[in-house]
């Protein structure tokens, strides 16, 4: 696959898990949605890690604030602490007793909060690909 082929399937698959997350946080499954988040900013982040490196295979790795150190991207520090916080979502929605302790913390609110900031780095991310 070209540069430009593997930077449109990751496009592509964030925009899907993107429609994944409004479909979950639509029918109550908050958590759930927000691991989803994480994907889809986790899968922009590759596509501009393919964009500004030498080969088309990105890191295997989950970590966003990692992702974005290895770009060109220049993200505000209010962001990057957005991205950690978004770190734990993908942690914490793979294990039971981490899943245990969102559950507590996952409110409505507090899911729709943070998709709004989700969704601006989406869109930023976005914007800056080919």
Do not use: C
Not at 20 to 37: C, E, H, M, P, R
Not at 72 to 77: D, Q, Y
Not at 80 to 94: P, S, T, V
Not at 101 to 109: D, N
Request: proline share 3%; no cysteine; net charge neutral.
């Amino acid at each position: 696959m070209t540069k430009a082929e593997v930077i449109e399937y990751w496009k592509k698959s964030a925009d899907r898990d993107w429609k994944a997350v409004q479909d979950l946080t639509a029918s109550g499954s908050l958590i759930q949605a927000l691991f989803f988040a994480h994907l889809v900013i986790e899968k922009l982040l590759k596509a501009h890690w393919v964009k500004d490196n030498d080969t088309t295979l990105p890191p295997r790795t989950h970590n966003l604030e990692y992702l974005i150190s290895q770009t060109k991207l220049s993200m505000p520090m209010e962001d990057i602490d957005e991205l950690r916080i978004m770190n734990a979502w993908n942690i914490e929605g793979r294990y039971q007793d981490y899943k245990d302790m969102l559950y507590k913390m996952t409110t409505r609110s507090y899911t729709e909060q943070k998709l709004e900031i989700v969704n601006k780095i989406r869109e930023w991310l976005t914007a800056q690909l080919p």
